[in-house]
C-alpha cells in the first residue's frame, strides 16, 4: 500500500511540474504593438513601456513549449503607451514618428493666402509642408492633342483623305495591346501618354487635299515657341519614310535608320529587396524597411506599414532577411501611364520559420492564393499583370491564417516588357522667337484667324499592300504646344 502511495504521489509531481512549466503569451509573440502578458510557472509578466519611447516586451522562447523571456525594444515610431508601441495616425492633430506635419481635420486641405503672400498647409499623409504663393507671373506651356483613328477626337480637326481606320478596317500588326502583337507604343524614345493604339495610313500624293489636318498651334508675338510631336510606327520592314508640311511650307523628313528601341530592364522597372535597415542589400536593389513609408518624390514605398523585419543571417543577401505582417499591407509604386504591360515577381518564404496561405493582390485582382513555404525555403512567384492605367501600381501582402499568420516577403520585382516594333515619338520646333520669317504658326498659308494651322504628312515609302496611293506609314496622335506669358493669382 505504501509502494502505490510513493507512485501516486510522484505522478501529482510530475503533472503539476508540466503545468507550470507551460508558458503562455496573450499577444501571440514578440509584438511590440500589443499589450501582452506571460504566464509561465505559475506567475505573470505584462508587457510594460519604459519611459515614452520604449517597451519591455515579455514573450515565450520557442512557443509554448519555451520559457518566459525578456527583450528591451525602442520603438520604431518614437512612442510609447500603455504597455505597448504606437504608430503615428495622420489626421489626429499630432506630430508623431516620421510625420513631418499633422494639422488634424486641415491635412490636405490647400491653404488661402493673402494678396500677394504664401502661406503653408499640410500636404495629404502628414508628408511635407507645401507652400501656396498668392499672385505670380510665368511662361505657360500650352498644348492640344488629337488622335488620328479615333473619330471622336477627329471630329472638327477637317481630316482629308487619310487611309481607314487601324487596327479595325485592315488587320495590321500594330494596336493598344501588345499581347499576340509584335508592336509595342513604348521604347526609351516614344510617346507617354496613353495610347489607344488607333491609326490611320498616310497618303503618298503631294496634292493638297490629301492626309492634311487643322490643329491650334499659337500665334502672336507673346508665344516664344512652338512643336509638333507625333506618333509614327516603326515598322519591321525598316523602310519606313515621310515628309511634315505645315502651311505649305516642309517642316520635317524622317528616314528609317534601322534602328529599334527597346526598353533596357534598368529603365522603367524595378527591383525590391525587403529586409533590415542594418542588413546587407542584393546588388542591382533598392533597400525596402518596414520603415519605407510611401513618399511621393522616390515614387514607392508602404501605405500601410509592415509589423517588422528580420535578418535571419543565412542565405544570399536577398533572401536572408524579411518584411512581415500579419494584416493585409499595402505597397505603392508609381508607373508612368505610357501603354507598357508589367510582370510582377514575388519572393516569398523565411529562411528561419514556415509560412502558409500567403495571398497577393495587384490592382485589386489577386495574382498569389495560398502559398506555402518551408522553413529556410524562397519561393519565386510571377504574374503577368498587363498596363497600369491610373499612374499608381498597388500590390497588398496578405495571410489567409493557418499555422502562422504572418505572411513574408524577401523581395519584389516589376519589369516592364517591350518588343521590336514601335509606336514612336516624333517631336521638333516649327518656330523661334525673335525669327518671325520661320514662325509658321503665324505667317504661313492655311492659318485660320492665326489659331489653326494646315499639316500634312506624306508618304515617301513604298506603298501599304493593298492599297494603290498610301505608303507603309501610319500616323496617331498629333500634338501641337506652344509656350506664352501669364499672370496667375490664386
Known amino acids: 500500500m505504501k509502494k502505490q502511495l510513493i507512485m501516486f504521489a510522484v505522478v501529482l509531481l510530475v503533472s503539476a511540474m508540466g503545468v507550470f512549466a507551460a508558458c503562455t503569451d496573450t499577444d501571440g509573440g514578440k509584438d511590440i504593438y500589443k499589450k501582452g502578458t506571460v504566464s509561465y510557472k505559475g506567475k505573470t509578466y505584462t508587457d510594460a513601456c519604459k519611459g515614452t519611447t520604449s517597451i519591455g516586451e515579455n514573450y515565450c522562447s520557442r512557443g509554448s513549449k519555451g520559457f518566459r523571456a525578456y527583450t528591451f525594444v525602442k520603438c520604431p515610431y518614437g512612442a510609447c503607451s500603455n504597455g505597448a508601441c504606437t504608430k503615428p495616425v495622420c489626421g489626429n492633430g499630432i506630430k508623431e514618428g516620421n510625420e513631418k506635419c499633422d494639422t488634424g481635420a486641415l491635412v490636405g486641405v490647400p491653404c488661402t493666402p493673402s494678396y500677394k503672400g504664401q502661406c503653408s498647409y499640410c500636404m495629404a499623409g502628414c508628408i511635407s509642408w507645401a507652400n501656396k504663393n498668392s499672385c505670380y507671373n510665368y511662361w505657360a506651356n500650352e498644348n492640344h492633342t488629337m488622335d488620328v483613328g479615333n473619330v471622336a477626337d477627329e471630329a472638327g480637326h477637317n481630316l482629308s483623305d487619310w ?14 495591346s501588345p499581347t499576340g502583337s509584335s508592336c509595342c507604343p513604348y521604347g ?39 512643336y509638333l510631336e507625333f506618333m509614327a510606327l516603326k515598322g519591321i520592314s525598316m523602310n519606313d519614310s515621310f515628309d511634315v508640311y505645315i502651311g505649305g511650307n516642309k517642316v520635317y523628313s524622317f528616314k528609317d535608320d534601322g534602328v529599334r528601341q527597346v526598353q533596357p530592364p534598368s529603365q522603367g522597372s524595378y527591383y525590391f529587396d525587403f529586409g533590415t535597415a542594418t542588413s546587407p542589400v542584393q546588388s542591382g536593389y533598392k533597400q525596402i524597411t518596414e520603415a519605407s513609408a510611401y513618399d511621393a518624390i522616390i515614387g514607392y514605398g508602404w501605405v500601410t506599414a509592415p509589423d517588422g523585419s528580420r535578418d535571419r543571417a543565412t542565405g544570399t543577401n536577398l533572401t536572408r532577411d524579411i518584411i512581415f505582417g500579419a494584416s493585409d499591407t499595402e505597397f505603392k509604386i ?25 495571398s497577393v493582390t495587384a490592382e485589386g485582382n489577386i495574382i498569389f492564393s495560398d502559398v506555402n513555404t518551408a522553413d529556410g525555403q524562397v519561393v519565386a512567384k510571377s504574374a503577368y499583370i498587363g498596363s497600369v492605367t491610373d499612374g499608381t501600381l498597388n500590390i497588398v501582402f496578405k495571410d489567409n491564417g493557418g499555422d502562422n499568420v504572418h505572411w513574408s516577403i524577401v523581395g519584389l520585382d516589376v519589369k516592364k516588357s517591350y518588343c521590336p516594333e514601335q509606336w514612336v515619338k516624333h517631336s521638333f520646333k516649327v518656330s523661334s522667337y525673335g525669327t ?20 500634312k504628312f506624306v508618304s515617301t515609302a513604298p506603298h501599304w499592300s493593298g492599297y494603290d496611293t498610301y505608303g507603309q506609314v501610319a500616323i496617331s496622335q498629333v500634338i501641337t504646344k506652344w509656350r506664352h506669358n501669364v499672370d496667375v493669382c490664386v
Open 163 to 176: 487611309g481607314p481606320v487601324e487596327t479595325t478596317t485592315h488587320g495590321g500588326s500594330w494596336g493598344s
Open 188 to 226: 526609351s524614345d516614344l510617346y507617354p501618354a496613353a495610347y489607344d493604339g488607333t491609326a490611320r495610313v498616310v497618303s503618298d500624293s503631294l496634292s493638297s487635299d490629301n492626309s492634311t489636318l487643322e490643329m491650334p498651334i499659337g500665334w502672336g508675338n507673346f508665344y516664344s515657341s512652338q
Open 334 to 358: 508609381d508607373i508612368p501611364d505610357d501603354g507598357a504591360v508589367y510582370f510582377v515577381t514575388v519572393y516569398f518564404g523565411d529562411m528561419s520559420y514556415a509560412h502558409d496561405k500567403m
Open 436 to 455: 518671325p520669317s520661320s514662325w509658321y504658326g503665324r505667317n504661313m498659308p492655311g492659318i485660320d484667324a492665326g489659331v489653326n494651322a494646315l499639316i
